[in-house]
């Protein structure tokens, strides 16, 4: 008699790492079937009783011989396959910061390699899942670090700009960015958040190019900001601006915002 649990095809979990570095995409081809020799993100099946961050940080271990921590991307649904049968997965997919050098362990996979993210073409990872991770994160991560770090320099050149800091802040809030022929030249970061008064939303890290100003760019990339939070059902958005940038200021004024009589506390944790 057939069991008639087994036929449900509710999906299997999985955890996967995205890791990038110097704008860079891990890869690791897989030295087993299904997709044997094809290349592959790190990661493996959730056993029972775990937590996909769990699963993760152990197939990390045994992989690539590193601790890490890990930042929620997004769920991925998708087939993987066992002796020619097809079933469902769900994979959980965690952008992942590796702590000490890998030693690839080799019993599953054969080597790995480093791909610019922007050249890494989905269609050639394994995993129908994976494919789709790929395509999320090209979306969402691709970006000139370069270009990134001297636009923040301009609004303060003590701050050091971490490559993993700029994906954390897009898996936490919406970046947007003014690209003019292929070069970056101005962004700014809006973060929604829940309060117990309100819906909320902050506006940071907004800058455009010294010589790219006066060109309506921040206006440009201010009200694309207000739209993501109108859409997103923000009552009231906050930013601070040192009082010295001129035309900052007025472009606020024109735009809505009213100075808000408040004391701005600072205070230093580390």
């Known amino acids: 008699m057939e069991c008639e649990i087994c036929g449900f095809n509710n999906p299997k979990g999985t955890a996967t790492a995205i890791v990038i570095q110097d704008g860079k995409l891990l890869l690791l081809k897989r030295n087993e079937e ?72 080799k019993t599953e996979n054969s080597e790995l390699q480093w791909v610019p993210l922007q050249e890494v073409d989905p269609n050639t990872i394994a995993f129908d899942s994976n494919q789709a991770i790929v395509r999320f994160v090209k979306e969402k991560f691709s970006i000139d670090l370069r270009q990134l770090t001297k636009l923040i320099s301009q609004l303060d050149s003590s701050t050091e700009v971490r490559e993993i800091n700029y994906y954390r802040s897009v898996l936490n809030g919406y970046v947007s960015k003014k690209i003019v022929d292929g070069e970056l030249v101005g962004l700014g970061w809006i973060f929604p958040r829940r309060t117990l008064s309100r819906k909320q939303a902050v506006v940071e890290d907004m800058i455009v190019d010294d010589s790219e ?30 009082s010295h940038r001129i035309a900052a200021n007025e472009l606020y004024k024109k735009v809505g915002f009213q100075l808000h009589p408040t004391n701005h506390y600072l205070y230093k944790v580390l």
């Open 34 to 105: 299904p997709y044997k020799d094809q290349w592959d993100l790190p990661g493996g099946y959730m056993s029972k009783g775990e937590m996909p961050e769990e699963t993760l940080r152990k197939e990390l271990k045994e992989e690539l011989g590193v601790d890490c921590n890990l930042d929620f991307i997004n769920w991925f649904p998708g087939t993987a396959i066992w002796k020619d049968k097809k079933y469902a997965i769900l994979s959980h997919a965690y952008l992942a910061e590796f702590k000490g050098e890998i030693n690839l362990n």
């Open 213 to 242: 100003r006066g060109k309506g760019y921040g206006k440009e990339i201010l009200l694309d900001l207000l739209l993501l939070a109108k859409e997103n059902g923000v009552e009231m958005i906050e930013l601070t601006i040192l």
